[in-house]
């Protein structure tokens, strides 16, 4: 396959990674500067950042359908719809490279695998085992094809093997996240689906340094794989995670739904995540002060989803009220904590978006109107790269000498970006030292409120 353009080039990833507008007090726009100092803003970064953004989305939306699916539930085609829009994102992207013929032929490819998953849907539902066992080996065959191409197309950088194993690691967390929702095991279930989607984050790392390393001149020579782009990819993930984890919590506690607790527990995981990093760091205390600043923004979407099984509009405009608060203070601690690289006015701007999305998701849900919700849903997870950049970026200008430090020459050629299914040592170093300057940042605001 003759690759003749980045995919840096695709007109998508420009809508979705602009950078947070007035953010930034300081003029960063040197060329040497940008030459020397570390950066999360590269155009290989920007390429990881796309494809990260467009593969996670993907497994986190092909979990709800094959739920829906199994469920038989209103918001089933809709859902499908939303996994649809996904691949429409990606074979324009593909068209938009390598022409009509290959965006056609990729746009085949991935709705046969797609296709796969849904067979194995059906057939749970008609408990046919035969059938069952055929979709898996249709996705085996599947994997194998797509990791030889896939190794061909990087010009060996991936290696087909690996890669296949990778994708194999991608099938069993979706298959595993469906099996363990309808054997009513919950938890695991949304386990499943944290790691599906952390997964696909790890494979946008390696596919991203692949092609910047085959196209040097196309990246202007910079790297998808830096502490700096870890960094932001850190955030990426934690926060578009947030967001979808936090629309399904609250349309599950809508409903009433059994597994309500799980998927509260998946959100607070998520939470948890960064508390755990936080406390390894500054101590328990800090930790758990770290996350009742996060957890009283989640409790205020929870209390306007309570007021709203509740039917009760001052309780509402109550917990808004609340949010809105939330959003103005917090934008302040940022700010100062930033030393102005984060302007307040602007990322409340972001803030007040992030609440009118989830928002809209959950009142067009319990509203019916489902193929507007899942659009809401969609806007609500891209949203999140632009704060992941605008506060990479901040903490990047803060601290430089935290980012300097070299990456290995060689990446492994598994398309995973480390191990299949952990971190490595590189990957914990850079998660850690994100929250540490999160933490650095939660520790100045505790400061500036002894102080006033």
């Not at 829906?68 to 324009?92: M, P, R, Y």
């Amino acid at each position: 396959m003759n690759l003749k353009k980045s995919l840096l080039a695709v007109p998508l990833s420009l809508s979705l990674l602009v950078p947070v507008q007035g953010a930034f007090a300081q003029d960063h726009s040197s060329h040497s500067a940008m030459m020397t100092a570390p950066s999360v803003e590269t155009p290989a970064v920007e390429l990881r950042t796309t494809l990260g953004h467009l593969l996670s989305e993907h497994a986190y939306l092909a979990v709800e359908v094959m739920r829906n699916g199994a469920l038989g539930t209103k918001d089933f085609e809709a859902s499908v719809g939303a996994l649809n829009a996904n691949t429409e994102d990606l074979s324009k992207a593909i068209t938009s490279v390598y022409g009509d013929e290959a965006g056609q032929q990729f746009k085949q490819m991935w709705e046969e695998h797609i296709g796969f998953f849904v067979d194995y849907v059906t057939a749970t539902g008609e408990n046919d085992e035969e059938k069952k066992e055929e979709a898996l080996k249709n996705l085996d065959t599947y994997r194998e094809k797509f990791s030889q191409f896939l190794e061909t197309a990087t010009g060996e950088r991936l290696e087909a093997g690996s890669l296949a194993d990778g994708l194999q690691m991608h099938v069993n967390q979706l298959v595993g996240a469906f099996d363990f929702y309808l054997a009513k095991d919950y938890e695991k279930a949304y386990e499943y689906e944290r790691e599906a989607i952390n997964h696909m984050h790890m494979v946008a790392k390696g596919l991203s340094n692949a092609i910047a390393d085959q196209y040097p001149d196309k990246f202007e020579e910079t790297k998808a794989v830096t502490p700096a782009a870890d960094l932001r990819a850190t955030l990426n993930h934690l926060l578009t995670e947030h967001a979808g984890l936090a629309v399904v919590a609250m349309q599950q506690g809508a409903d009433g739904a059994n597994d309500f607790e799980a998927a509260a527990n998946a959100l607070n995981a998520n939470t948890e995540d960064l508390t755990a990093a936080i406390s390894s760091v500054y101590g328990a205390e800090a930790g758990e002060q770290f996350k009742k600043m996060w957890s009283d923004h989640i409790g205020f979407f929870v209390e306007y989803v309570k007021a709203t099984g509740a039917g009760d509009e001052k309780a509402k405009a109550q917990a808004l009220e609340k949010l809105d608060g939330y959003r103005g203070e917090f934008s302040k601690f940022l700010e100062t904590a930033t030393e102005g690289r984060l302007q307040s006015d602007a990322l409340a701007d972001g803030l007040q978006m992030h609440v009118d999305q989830l928002i809209a998701a959950f009142d067009s849900y319990v509203a019916g109107d489902y193929e507007k919700a899942y659009e809401d849903v969609r806007d609500a997870y891209a949203h999140m790269l632009n704060p992941a950049k605008g506060l990479s970026a901040a903490f990047v200008d803060q601290f430089p000498e935290k980012f300097k430090s070299m990456m290995p020459e060689e990446m492994p050629k598994t398309g995973m970006g480390g191990t299949a299914n952990s971190m490595n040592a590189a990957d914990f170093a850079a998660y850690g030292l994100v929250l540490a300057i999160i933490v650095s940042l939660g520790l100045v605001i505790r400061k500036r409120f002894a102080q006033n």
